[in-house]
Structure formats: structure tokens, C-alpha cells
């Protein structure tokens, strides 16, 4: 699992069939085949359709126009995350004694 970009999100088929049914703990079934959960899944899995609940084109269009908009305007990506500066000095000090 070290080779997913978050691992730390990734789980074992050995923890979901000790830990599916714990409090706070919700397992979700998504397939590009969406008939593949009426096929089977895991028990208490909560099914969420890849084409109208994961790609809808509403939220994508409305992710291009905004870039646009922003774009035209001279705001870039990174303009709309906090940021911050470091400051500092480096120098090289002698002292006598």
C-alpha cells in the first residue's frame, strides 16, 4: 500500500471485516460498473454511483468557469490558498575573546 499517494487512508480486507460494523466506521462501494453492487458488496457498504454521484458535469462546469473567471482576471491557482513567508537572515559573526 506504500506505493498509493495516501496510504494512510487505505485499509486491509482484514480490517474491514473486524472494524465495518464499528460506530464511526463507514464503508463505501464504488465501481465503474454500477451493477456490480447489486452483485455483491461488503455487508453495510453504502453504494454511490460513479456517473451521477461522483462525476457529475454541474460541479466540473462549474469548476471550469470559475478558473476562467479567475484566470481572466489574473488570479492564479495557488492565489486562493493561504499562504505565508518565512523570513530570515544568515551571516557570519567573529567574536574575541
Excluded at 464511526?24 to 465503474?32: A, H, I, K, P, S
Aim: aromatic share 8%; hydrophobic share 40%; proline share 4%.
Amino acid at each position: 500500500m506504500s506505493e498509493y499517494v495516501h496510504p494512510e487512508v487505505l485499509v486491509s480486507t482484514e480490517w474491514v471485516e473486524k472494524h465495518g460494523s464499528d460506530d464511526g466506521v463507514r464503508v463505501m462501494e464504488v465501481d465503474e460498473d454500477v451493477l456490480l453492487y447489486e452483485q455483491g458488496h461488503v455487508p453495510g457498504a453504502l453504494k454511490l454511483d460513479w456517473h451521477t454521484e461522483l462525476q457529475r458535469p454541474d460541479i466540473r462546469g462549474a469548476e471550469r468557469r470559475l478558473a476562467a473567471q479567475t484566470a481572466r482576471i489574473g488570479v492564479a491557482q495557488a492565489d486562493l490558498y493561504p499562504r505565508f513567508d518565512l523570513l530570515g537572515t544568515i551571516g557570519l559573526e567573529a567574536y574575541s575573546a
